[in-house]
């Protein structure tokens, strides 16, 4: 569970007042708003990487500090060291998060063979991209938070993160996805919020 609790947030200007909400677990939740509205900073400020003005956010009752290993965040492809390869970074996420996923397994649901040596500098997008979503599920963490985690991926590939997104769900994580593919991900979501008027409205 995650609990929103009189959550205010400002930046160049007001983007929560006063807001309250509880994620529940085994559930996927839809946050939609405005592009440059709030949802990356709603997100953001859920792992402490922004400050609220007022009010927390704690996950089963504990701090982001408390329980960081079970929460798995990664906003953008842009983060990536495109230095380093993907297999690089699937070895740090299953060994930060002490996670007992397998790391062969998501390079074959992705199809990532030929490229997960490579440094990620010579990635196209959707490579970058797959490289991001089996991250996710590598880590292993309880609570999933993702930024336009479709971008940039071929409706066959979304399909597959479709499939994967309900099959965590049934193992109990809890996600939460910011999307502009409202439509096409209406059949997975349990739930809708709307960023708007610097609430959580849900639909």
Excluded: C
């Excluded at 060291?81 to 062969?104: A, C, R």
């Excluded at 500098?121 to 970058?128: D, E, I, P, T």
């Amino acid at each position: 569970m995650i609990e929103i609790k009189n959550l205010s947030l400002t930046l160049r200007e007001p983007i929560l007042q006063n807001a309250n909400f509880v994620f529940q677990d085994g559930q996927i939740y839809l946050l939609q708003a405005l592009n440059g509205t709030g949802k990356t900073s709603v997100l953001r400020t859920m792992v402490s990487l922004l400050a609220p003005d007022a009010g927390h956010v704690s996950f089963d009752g504990h701090e982001f500090t408390e329980v960081k290993q079970q929460v798995f965040y990664l906003e953008t492809a842009d983060w990536f060291d495109k230095n380093l390869s993907g297999l690089d970074y699937m070895q740090f996420v299953k060994q930060e998060w002490q996670s007992d996923q397998k790391i062969e397994t998501e390079i074959n649901r992705w199809q990532m063979g030929d490229y997960v040596k490579m440094p990620i500098r010579k990635y196209s997008l959707g490579m970058k991209q797959k490289l991001l979503v089996s991250l996710y599920s590598l880590s292993g963490a309880k609570y999933l938070l993702m930024d336009e985690i479709n971008n940039g991926l071929d409706e066959d590939s979304r399909q597959v993160l479709y499939q994967q997104l309900v099959a965590l769900k049934k193992h109990g994580k809890l996600i939460i996805m910011a999307s502009h593919y409202q439509d096409e991900v209406a059949s997975i979501v349990d739930q809708t919020l709307t960023l708007k008027k610097q609430r959580l409205v849900q639909e």
